[in-house]
């Protein structure tokens, strides 16, 4: 198994992307912005961004937290039925951040009259880009997968261990190897599953943040302020399900953890460094903003269809009860509901 030492590195992905790329973000505007109203109260916006930095981490780490913290309680653990109603109302908040959130914003910026007419307006670019980033992170998932199945079947298997399948009942120390041998892929998948989930938020995250971060307006803020602290609140709630999956040490834990209440901060505090020379109709910047919006909502709608929705709503235990079906399917569309009416809120 690949360590988390490596993996965990990929987590700085979006921070080193965005510092990488200020050289595009802050390029010269080409295209006019609107004109800043005597409304444009630098102080005042500046109490917002610091208030919304300490809400939407509170938020987050409550989110976060909770299906960690209630994994091993018995009303919400995996062999209890309210698990999977639970998982299914935050595999829906993260499949809305795909289609309501990020998408529609990705289409938005890169058909932006500023970015021109060729090639971004003829082509579905925010799509594509979705697409591509779909499909490589299933490639990665059946990479790595295939290379833990490669390395099982090299190791020596021992001679027993068809016996020790068909005998459980009757050797309780060889069940366990057996349970723990059998479990192992499936632990592998939800420790990848964590990682590529998380990347994905953070993309989002941090990008969210800096553009409340460059905000000058309070008008614009305040409102953006509750809603943002509902967002990442249900979506660490999806992520934290699949963390406590992963079966992480507590430090592992604690690091992902502190990465997804921490990135939006450090957004925001990137976007009020910056915010006396960024551009954000520049050519550059909505290309940059978009493309990485598009590879988030790629992501996060993969994951939460494929390795969050099918794996459970085709599982054994699901298919044989009509009541959890429903219940489930309920769950699912509370969740897809909750995060379209904050899609709402934003807007209003």
């Not at 510092?19 to 609107?34: A, F, G, K, V």
């Not at 001679?159 to 190897?177: M, P, R």
């Not at 993309?203 to 943040?209: A, E, K, M, R």
Request: charged share 15%.
């Amino acid at each position: 198994m690949i360590k988390f030492s490596t993996r965990s590195k990929l987590l700085a992905i979006p921070i080193i992307a965005i510092l990488l790329l200020q050289n595009l973000i802050l390029s010269e505007c080409e295209c006019d912005d609107q004109v800043q109203g005597s409304d444009h109260k630098v102080s005042e916006a500046l109490k917002y961004k610091l208030i919304a930095m300490a809400s939407v981490s509170v938020a987050s780490l409550i989110g976060v937290c909770l299906p960690i913290l209630v994994k091993k309680n018995s009303y919400l653990n995996q062999e209890n039925d309210l698990y999977f109603p639970v998982k299914a109302f935050a595999a829906g908040v993260i499949l809305a951040t795909g289609f309501v959130h990020i998408l529609p914003e990705a289409f938005e910026t890169l058909t932006n009259p500023c970015i021109g007419e060729r090639p971004w307006r003829m082509f579905p670019f925010s799509g594509f880009v979705a697409m591509v980033a779909a499909i490589g992170t299933l490639i990665i998932e059946v990479l790595a997968m295939g290379y833990y199945k490669r390395s099982e079947m090299r190791k020596a298997r021992p001679l027993n261990f068809d016996e020790e399948i068909t005998h459980v009942s009757d050797h309780v120390h060889n069940s366990a190897l057996v349970s723990e041998r059998l479990d192992s892929p499936n632990l592998l998948r939800h420790t990848i599953v964590s990682q590529i989930l998380e990347l994905g938020i953070l993309l989002h995250s941090i990008i969210l943040g800096v553009s409340l971060g460059v905000s000058g307006n309070p008008n614009t803020i305040k409102p953006l302020v509750v809603v943002l602290s509902f967002h990442q609140c249900f979506e660490g709630m999806g992520l934290g399900g699949c963390i406590s999956q992963g079966q992480f040490k507590y430090h592992k834990i604690v690091i992902m953890v502190l990465f997804f209440c921490l990135i939006f901060p450090i957004g925001i505090v990137i976007g009020i460094g910056i915010s006396n020379i960024y551009h954000g109709s520049s050519p550059k910047a909505l290309i940059v903003e978009g493309i990485l919006l598009s590879a988030s909502g790629g992501i996060l709608i993969y994951m939460a269809l494929v390795d969050l929705l099918a794996t459970d709503f085709m599982s054994t235990k699901i298919l044989r009860s009509f009541k959890l079906q429903l219940g489930a399917s309920f769950a699912l569309l509370m969740g897809l509901i909750c995060m379209s009416i904050l899609a709402l809120w934003e807007e209003s």
